[in-house]
Antibody
Framework: QVQLQESGPGLVKPSETLSLTCSVS????????WSWIRQPPGKGLEYIGH???????NYNPSLQSRVTISVDTSKNQFSLKLSSVTAADTAVYYC??????????????WGHGTLVTVSS | SYDLTQSPSVSVSPGHTASITCSGD??????VFWYQQKPGQSPVLVIY???MRPSGIPERFSGSNSANTATLTISGTQPMDEADYYC???????????FGGGTKLTVL
């Protein structure tokens, strides 16, 4: 059974860069796609983007200018960086392992999520 | 960009049928996936490819998708089904997942 665990600072200052890592167990990161999804407190889900184990990425256009997702196959981890954060980036951040269909992804395994607050 | 619209809330009495809808332009031409999220927990996939149930999801959960509306139906709703439900589809133009705004299901 695949398990995902997010880690990283819970508090980030405005204008700084948010950095999170997702550690994967029970599956090899060198298998498929891996995603980040976030949820502001009391609000809905927002897709951030995904990475293929080879390193190719795709980002939500609304965040594309500030987002970088990378993969470390040696550690079986993938990471998220979001630059120039504001209070609007305060959210629970989830990493997820998608199931891959013909031209689509769905999310059948999720991490527990980690709350990141942007505040000075 | 493509948008999915869900009603903010739905109420149902225990044992009755709950219907949660998700609307979008020509949504029937796309696959829809449904997630259940209870407070403080991660979302759980309850329906995929419009009407398929993952293993472990009770048979009372079913789905359909036609024209501009997808529907998640919970038959014989139980108090444990009280949760937020999100629909999701895929926008192949931008290669990104699109989520609906979520529906809070209250069982009372």
């Amino acid at each position: 059974q695949v398990q995902l665990q997010e880690s990283g600072p819970g508090l980030v200052k405005p204008s700084e860069t948010l950095s999170l890592t997702c550690s994967v167990s029970g599956d090899s990161i060198s298998r498929s796609y891996w995603s980040w999804i976030r949820q502001p407190p009391g609000k809905g889900l927002e897709y951030i983007g995904h990475i293929y184990y080879s390193g190719s990425t795709n980002y939500n256009p609304s965040l594309q200018s500030r987002v970088t997702i990378s993969v470390d196959t040696s550690k079986n981890q993938f990471s998220l960086k979001l630059s120039s954060v504001t209070a609007a980036d305060t959210a629970v951040y989830y990493c997820a392992r998608p199931a891959v269909g013909s031209g689509w992804l769905l999310f059948d395994f999720w991490g527990h999520g980690t709350l990141v607050t942007v505040s000075s | 960009s493509y948008d999915l619209t869900q009603s903010p809330s739905v109420s149902v009495s225990p044992g009755h049928t709950a219907s949660i809808t998700c609307s979008g332009d020509k949504l029937g031409d796309r696959y829809v996936f449904w997630y259940q999220q209870k407070p403080g927990q991660s979302p759980v996939l309850v329906i995929y490819q419009d009407s398929m149930r993952p293993s472990g999801i009770p048979e009372r959960f079913s789905g359909s998708n036609s024209a501009n509306t997808a529907t998640l139906t919970i038959s014989g709703t139980q108090p444990m089904d009280e949760a937020d439900y999100y629909c999701q589809t895929w926008d192949s133009n931008i290669n990104t997942a699109i989520f609906g705004g979520g529906t809070k299901l209250t069982v009372l």
